[in-house]
């Protein structure tokens, strides 16, 4: 069975499948918003009408929240799982957009042909990859290209709040051999990459309280205990000067890089100079014996994200405050278990504390632990090469410096691993104005998958 007649219609009925993007692309599925509760209903019926049109039993399953899409289809010995999401974030503000978000045209930019729309490139452009290339295959073989499950989501831009729950009601329909993502991007243009490191999270706000009342400067000032210099203390005691986190038992679960993956790593030759410029930056910060490429795919970090205490108003008020108050986040590699990371850095937060001090915390001990894929897996090797043949570049096994939490879910929930292939671009410019995907990234990606899975199949 060759891949060459499904190449061949996938480029013949490219404006077809173009326009199928474009309908569902005019569809406004805002989640986060209930004013378009009912548009997020209409996308996902769009989709599931689709996928019955392809030979998939699929139907838009009822949540508390937007409905789940979910489709069963196909023989085969592997059983493959396909997630993508249908919901895209709002538009404001709007005034910052060149035309109408949800009217998608084709446009003609320096880099090349693009399409402009909310959803073009997170997620829609990118889900629509898999369901052509299963359509491109229909067409020609009669059958799906497998034993494959579709299943959409429609609250990924709210923070899923039906997901894990619909995941463990459903566990035994939703689970498979191997899950892929199609919500991530290419390490640059024109080279395709899998990701098979995402990094966890979890994150603390507390507050330092000192006297049970702001103390006037004048009347109080060095004899008084100022909250602010405690909480700065702590906070700059968080790293050494080489950069490595101070919190005690804070590297036991990192686990150290595989020589084969970070000589990949370097091959790819990434500009740290050039990716910190772009920012305004030129020094590399961080744990001084590690690559770039290392410090954002697979190390983990310590970083303060807010902080705040006294008078920051226009002028001063020569205060010493009660309290202050910080938020620190932490991203997570390997083995780390947010609970065990949380716990640490609070007792050793706590330590810290000189007489008349106390902390409070404000949230809970809670986050997501990172995702490390099995790329032990002969499938991941012949997925790399199936991209490589596509985009005649050498595929790249990458990292992503956030997090993606689905991936997490499929191992907990579904005990099954996930393959993270994505055609986004640096500059698609996802979540703000003018989104926009690269024509080639749709028509590429469509073609990718039917190579994935010719050879998965």
């Excluded at 609250?155 to 919500?183: K, Y």
């Excluded at 850095?345 to 809670?366: M, N």
Aim: overall charge negative.
């Amino acid at each position: 069975m060759t891949i060459d007649a499904v190449l061949a219609r996938i480029d013949e009925t490219l404006p077809e499948a173009l326009e199928r993007l474009m309908a569902l692309l005019r569809i406004p599925s805002i989640s986060t918003d209930p004013a378009f509760k009912a548009d997020c209903a209409r996308a996902a019926e769009w989709l599931a009408e689709d996928l019955r049109g392809l030979g998939f039993e699929a139907a838009a399953r009822t949540t508390p929240g937007h409905p789940m899409v979910v489709g069963h289809g196909g023989e085969g010995g592997r059983h493959l799982l396909f997630y993508g999401h249908y919901d895209v974030q709002p538009v404001d503000p709007l005034n910052l957009w060149d035309r109408d978000p949800f009217d998608p045209e084709v446009q003609d930019t320096p880099k090349g042909k693009v399409i402009r729309a909310r959803g073009s490139a997170d997620d829609k452009g990118q889900l629509m990859t898999f369901i052509e290339a299963c359509r491109a295959w229909k067409h020609v073989y009669g059958s799906l290209p497998g034993k494959l499950t579709i299943f959409l989501e429609g609250e990924e831009e709210s923070g899923s709040p039906s997901l894990i729950p619909f995941m463990q009601e459903n566990a035994d329909e939703l689970r498979a051999d191997l899950a892929f993502i199609c919500d991530t991007g290419m390490f640059e243009d024109g080279i395709p990459a899998i990701t098979t490191m995402l990094r966890g999270l979890c994150k603390a706000e507390f507050t330092v309280h000192a006297a049970d009342r702001d103390l006037h400067s004048g009347s109080y000032g060095g004899l008084a205990r100022n909250p602010i210099h405690v909480l700065t203390k702590i906070l700059s005691g968080l790293h050494d000067e080489t950069g490595r986190v101070q919190v005690p038992g804070f590297y036991n679960d990192v686990a150290e890089l595989p020589d084969a993956l970070r000589q990949q790593w370097q091959s790819l030759a990434f500009d740290h100079a050039r990716y910190l410029g772009d920012v305004g930056l030129s020094v590399p910060a961080g744990e001084q014996d590690r690559t770039p490429l290392e410090l954002i795919w697979s190390r983990p970090t310590a970083e303060v994200n807010g902080i705040w205490g006294g008078y920051t108003g226009a002028g001063f008020k020569t205060v010493l405050p009660a309290e202050a108050h910080a938020k620190v986040s932490f991203r997570l590699v390997s083995q780390q278990d947010p609970a065990k990371i949380l716990t640490a850095f609070r007792a050793w937060a706590e330590t810290q504390l000189p007489a008349d001090c106390r902390i409070e915390w404000h949230d809970g001990i809670e986050g997501s632990p990172a995702s490390v894929m099995e790329i032990a897996d002969p499938a991941f090797e012949a997925a790399r090469a199936a991209l490589t043949e596509e985009w005649n570049r050498p595929a790249a096994f990458i990292g992503a410096g956030g997090s993606i939490p689905i991936a997490g879910y499929f191992k907990t929930y579904l005990g099954m691993d996930a393959m993270l292939i994505g055609f986004g671009r640096d500059d698609d410019q996802i979540h703000s104005p003018n989104e926009k995907y690269d024509l080639e990234s749709f028509h590429k990606g469509i073609r990718s998958w039917a190579r994935v899975l010719a050879r998965l199949r």
